[in-house]
T-cell receptor, first 115, second 109 residues
């Protein structure tokens, strides 16, 4: 298994542009999580899905952020319009139904820089 | 509400010295605790979980419910242990993980 796959690894964009981050979870995992990592706030949960359904999006900072999971093997996180304060590393993680026993498997992250 | 506190942003030790990374939590029920490690510019990886009571790479962590702590320890630090360490809590097997802000461990030769 190739693990959780995220793309792109790096993204540099200008303020105001739309940014789309992609994630392919591990096959068979039914939960998917999007986290944002910054020096100031550490790891913040943005949104998570169970069986492709968004369960909790209370961590999404603003309406500029949206996430979708059209099927079990793909999810996107979109920022429109992007702002410099969105610069961070965005991680996707997936897990099976029992997170306690198996924990999360994280992707390599997307390092986003908004200039 | 559940909360995880890692009081130290940075811990710097010499090779061979003992290491203790502190983690305190706030949760009224019976939590599940984890430690994750992130080596430089790599993905987070599960290091250990309290329910399995295992030792990984020489690290151990004991859940102390009285002190609501789950400190990570290693008797002799190695340079390759330098990384970011995150403590995390889950309120049940089906809930999300709440992470602390992390502690950067630097092991000098």
């Amino acid at each position: 298994d190739a693990g959780v796959i995220q793309s792109p690894r790096h993204e540099v964009t200008e303020m105001g542009q739309e940014v789309t981050l992609r994630c392919k979870p591990i096959s068979g995992h039914n939960s998917l999580f999007w986290y944002r990592q910054t020096m100031m706030r550490g790891l913040e949960l943005l949104i998570y899905f169970n069986n492709n359904v968004p369960i909790d999006d209370s961590g999404m900072p603003e309406d500029r952020f949206s996430a979708k999971m059209p099927n079990a093997s793909f999810s996107t996180l979109k920022i429109q319009p992007s702002e410099p304060r969105d610069s961070a590393v965005y991680f996707c993680a997936s897990s099976s139904w029992d997170r306690t026993n198996y924990g999360y498997t994280f992707g390599s992250g997307t390092r986003l820089t908004v200039v | 509400a559940q909360r995880v506190t890692q009081p130290e942003k940075l811990l710097s030790v010499f090779k061979g010295a003992p290491v203790e990374l502190k983690c305190n939590y706030s949760y009224s029920g019976s939590p599940e605790l984890f430690w994750y490690v992130q080596y430089s510019r790599q993905r987070l990886q599960l290091l250990l979980r309290h329910i399995s009571r295992e030792s990984i790479k020489g690290f151990t962590a004991d859940l102390n419910k009285g002190e609501t702590s789950f400190h990570l320890k290693k008797p002799f630090a190695q340079e390759e242990d330098s990384a970011m360490y995150y403590c995390a809590l889950s309120s049940s097997g089906y809930s999300t993980l709440t992470f602390g802000k992390g502690t950067m461990l630097l092991v000098s030769p």
